[in-house]
């Protein structure tokens, strides 16, 4: 049995039903957004009529830090164990994470003989950047299959959860880690206190830690839902984390938004027991209303309207006669295609790139997945972008084509042939 699984509280059993806030423990949980039951984000189908595990799929607010969270969490041996996505897929998250590499070894690293472990490292894309620079690496990830690509191109990785007894472990085999990063990894776990307190076993005194997490900031502004699904169990803001963080000794030092995911945040912390000092930040996001219960049942109305809007798109260009297909099966497309009930009357097809997806059926809506160069070729008239977080790479890539992209967030719109050239 691997670490991890023993600790899951979901194990066992497919779902556990969340009564208390992971971060403060309180059980003043309000429903706020509830997009029905869906089946997981990244349980791709060999065929249409395969049996499918569904599970609802409703955010609650914490009425006492702040905190969303799913009312579901879901037994990560579901979800984890053989992981589709890639940090390496698209050419804007290996800028993303080469820029990282260079700023952690150039500002936190000092020392060939210093550790850099990363929490969820995927297929190694970060570490190998850092390896390059000449720095120590090590990469855990409960996900087999990345593993083995990470360890593959030479990053040694360790396919496991993370939790205290992992840290205590690379802390006795390796010593101290001067860096620990864990980038959209925090969202997906269930016991964060668990994670912290191997995070604060490992970490070195003085040692940083780099969370990057999808920002509850962008959800409301832009109207995120579909990235709302299973595997995300918390939507940070900063104000939870930084209350996280300080239980563990962790000084919140820096907050910085991202582009990547739609919208993220990326906070950087430091092991110290000086005293706790707030973040204006804080300040910032109590003027965004994001920490008020009212901000978030506002959103719910916000995306009904806007859940209906692109359905009405849609039908309106199906009522026309007009061929649509769809562009990438990211995770968060099953949230998007589930909620808004869209399914194979409406989309022919959805292309994407990422081998293990091709030849498969989107979760819940069964709809064929292709290679891109079948869009390519056919030129279908209209194209819903649902891969919408990379809308320029995706314009940039498809320059050629000369149909009509459709985004569907923060609103639903037809992009003029001319804007994708
Ligand atoms: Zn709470």
Redesign the pocket.
């Known amino acids: 049995m691997r670490m991890g699984e023993r600790k899951s509280r979901a194990s066992g059993s497919d779902s556990r039903r969340v009564s208390r ?6 059980r003043n ?1 309000t429903r706020v957004i509830d997009l029905k039951r869906t089946p997981l984000a990244n349980s791709f189908l060999s065929k249409p009529n395969d049996p499918e595990k569904w599970f609802p799929l409703e955010v609650l607010y ?6 969303l969270q799913l009312s579901e969490v879901v037994n990560p041996n579901l979800m984890f164990k053989e992981y589709p996505y890639r940090s390496s897929s698209s050419n804007s998250m290996l800028q993303h994470f080469r820029e990282l590499a260079q700023s952690l070894s150039s500002e936190f690293i000092t020392s060939s003989k210093q550790l850099v472990v990363e929490v969820g490292s995927n297929d190694g894309t970060l570490l190998s950047a850092l390896k390059e620079r000449g720095v120590r690496v090590l990469g855990v990830d409960p996900a087999a299959n990345l593993a083995r690509l990470a360890n593959a191109r030479g990053v040694e990785t360790l396919p496991t959860f993370f939790d205290s007894d992992t840290a205590d472990r690379i802390r006795d085999e390796r010593g101290k880690a001067q860096v620990i990063v864990a980038n959209n990894v925090l969202a997906h776990v269930d016991d964060v206190h668990e994670f912290m307190r191997g995070v604060s076993s490992l970490l070195e005194a003085d040692g940083i830690l780099s969370v990057e997490v999808p920002y509850a900031g962008n959800l409301n502004q832009n109207v995120e839902y579909d990235t709302v699904y299973h595997e995300h169990l918390s939507y940070f803001s900063v104000h ?1 984390l930084l209350r996280l963080f300080s239980d563990f000794d962790i000084r919140l030092e820096r907050v910085a938004r991202l582009d990547v995911h739609g919208g993220s945040i990326r906070v950087t912390g430091r092991k110290t027991n000086k005293k706790f000092v707030s973040n204006p930040f804080v300040e910032f996001e109590k003027r965004c209303g994001l920490n008020r219960l009212e901000t978030y049942q506002r959103l719910s109305d916000r995306i009904e309207y806007q859940m209906q809007d692109l359905r009405e798109t849609l039908e309106s260009l199906k009522s026309e006669g007009h061929e649509i297909v769809g562009y990438g099966a990211p995770a968060k497309s099953t949230t998007l295609l589930n909620a808004c009930k869209i399914g194979a009357e409406t989309l022919d097809y959805v292309i994407d790139t990422t081998p293990e997806k091709i030849g498969k059926f989107t979760p819940g809506t069964h709809i064929p997945i292709f290679r891109t160069e079948r869009f390519q070729k056919e030129q279908p008239p209209y194209c819903l972008m649902l891969a919408w977080n990379y809308e320029k790479e995706i314009l940039l890539k498809e320059r050629q084509y000369t149909g009509q992209f459709i985004v569907p967030i923060p609103y639903a719109r037809v992009l003029s042939r001319n804007s994708s050239s």
């Open positions: 806030c992971r971060i403060c423990r309180d949980l914490c009425n006492s830090c702040g905190l939870p």
